[in-house]
């Protein structure tokens, strides 16, 4: 799922947002997992955050994570 994430928000898109939501939804329906999509998801709402920075934040978001699961 880390791929896909930051496939979603560092790549430069060559599917829409819509369509690579859309792939993830259907990749965990298929693993059996139930899925729930946020309507706000659909929402344009990009921040002009260059990529060098998302990557930092990205980064930090992981490893809080990381150390949440841990504890």
């Given at each position: 799922?880390?791929?896909?994430?930051?496939?979603?928000?560092?790549?430069?898109?060559a599917?829409?947002?819509?369509?690579?939501?859309?792939?993830?939804?259907?990749?965990?329906?298929?693993?059996?997992?139930?899925?729930?999509?946020?309507?706000?998801?659909?929402?344009?709402?990009?921040?002009?955050?260059?990529?060098?920075?998302r990557?930092?934040?990205?980064?930090?978001?992981?490893?809080?994570?990381?150390?949440?699961?841990?504890?």
């Amino acid at each position: 799922m880390k791929t896909e994430i930051e496939t979603m928000l560092l790549g430069e898109m060559a599917i829409s947002e819509a369509e690579l939501i859309l792939q993830m939804v259907q990749a965990r329906l298929e693993e059996g997992q139930k899925v729930k999509v946020n309507p706000w998801i659909m929402a344009d709402v990009r921040l002009d955050v260059d990529l060098m920075q998302r990557e930092e934040i990205l980064n930090r978001a992981f490893e809080a994570l990381s150390q949440k699961q841990k504890n």
